[in-house]
T-cell receptor, first 118, second 111 residues
Framework: DAGVTQSPTHLIKTRGQQVTLRCSPK?????VSWYQQALGQGPQFIFQ???????QRGNFPDRFSGHQFPNYSSELNVNALLLGDSALYLC?????????????????FGPGTRLLVL | DAKTTQPPSMDCAEGRAANLPCNHS???????VYWYRQIHSQGPQYIIH???NNETNEMASLIITEDRKSSTLILPHATLRDTAVYYC????????????FGPGTSLSVIP
């Protein structure tokens, strides 16, 4: 059973460029959340996708956008990159709809994509 | 903001039990205690979660106080590979509830 996978593993961009990061959820999961982790800090929630729609968003500007596909995979797009966008970007998947039962609501994280903006 | 407080760092001798404390005095009745750990530059790894009863799995044990205001994660026989940052998180058990990370506890297992 494959876990959460992310691509690419590493990426280098320059200021002002745009980047797309990809995430495939754990088998059977339908919800994808994205997090940003700056060096030395805990992950910060960016947004969450369910049924191909963004349903919750953290304190991130509109330069950060996303998409979820019918197969539940997801993309994170960042426009007009800033030096401060350099971070580890994490994707987490979970299963909606099992409130109060089992462990389906637990979020499982991928290995992350390390983005460096020069 | 994170709803938990943890010591910033701890040491543990290899082979001994590592006991990682967490305070969550404002926890609500429908909120669970989750533990994750993050080994350097990797994604957070789910360890265990619980509501009010003590829980045990192949990785660790979770002890939650009767008033649910604090908990302890126990790694029974710490190894060097357990060196990581450990995050204690309080959240409702729905996919809708995002995971809010605090700074965590940096555990160093010493040979």
């Amino acid at each position: 059973d494959a876990g959460v996978t992310q691509s690419p593993t590493h990426l280098i961009k320059t200021r002002g460029q745009q980047v797309t990061l990809r995430c495939s959820p754990k088998s059977g999961h339908d919800t994808v959340s994205w997090y940003q982790q700056a060096l030395g800090q805990g992950p910060q929630f960016i947004f969450q996708y369910y049924e191909e729609e963004e349903r919750q968003r953290g304190n991130f500007p509109d330069r950060f956008s996303g998409h979820q596909f019918p197969n539940y995979s997801s993309e994170l797009n960042v426009n007009a990159l800033l030096l401060g966008d350099s971070a580890l970007y994490l994707c987490a998947s979970s299963l909606e709809g099992r409130i109060g039962g089992g462990s389906g609501e637990t979020q499982y994280f991928g290995p992350g994509t390390r983005l460096l903006v020069l | 903001d994170a709803k938990t407080t943890q010591p910033p760092s701890m040491d543990c001798a290899e082979g001994r039990a590592a006991n990682l404390p967490c305070n969550h005095s404002t926890i609500s009745g429908n909120e669970y205690v989750y533990w994750y750990r993050q080994i350097h530059s990797q994604g957070p790894q789910y360890i265990i979660h619980g509501l009010k009863n003590n829980e045990t799995n192949e990785m660790a044990s979770l002890i939650i106080t009767e008033d649910r205001k604090s908990s302890t994660l126990i790694l029974p026989h710490a190894t060097l590979r357990d060196t990581a940052v450990y995050y204690c998180i309080v959240r409702a058990k729905t996919s809708y509830d995002k995971v809010i990370f605090g700074p965590g506890t940096s555990l160093s297992v010493i040979p």
